[in-house]
Nanobody, 123 residues
């Protein structure tokens, strides 16, 4: 059972940056795809970025060029570097994991979730 704990959320001005972290534990030796999702008030949760076990990444169109997903295998941590933040990036950000057998190019089939960390961007 994979456990995920997010941190790093904060309130920032538009144009600012934040780095979110996701501490991962409970690996069973299988390869995992890790993802970041967000949910704004009154909206559905949406996929933001994903990274597979080889380090290949994918991004939602709305964050391409501004967000970067990365991981440190030695620290069992996944990061989301968010630059040029906009008010529409406001929301609860969640870390998620799925077995890589589901593929990592889509934001579906994620079965393990963290509790979330709040990001608020003011104009």
């Amino acid at each position: 059972q994979v456990q995920l704990v997010e941190s790093g959320g904060d309130s920032v001005q538009a144009g600012g940056s934040l780095r979110l972290s996701c501490a991962v534990s409970g690996y069973t030796g299988r390869s995992y795809c890790m993802g970041w999702f967000r949910q704004a008030p009154g909206k559905e949760r949406e996929g933001v970025a994903a990274i597979d076990s080889d380090g290949s990444t994918s991004y939602a169109d709305s964050v391409k060029g501004r967000f970067t997903i990365s991981k440190d295998n030695a620290k069992n941590t996944v990061y989301l570097q968010m630059d040029s933040l906009k008010p529409e990036d406001t929301g609860m950000y969640y870390c998620a994991a799925k077995s890589q057998r589901f593929g990592c190019s889509t934001f579906t089939d994620f079965g393990a979730w963290g509790q979330g960390t709040q990001v608020t961007v003011s104009s």
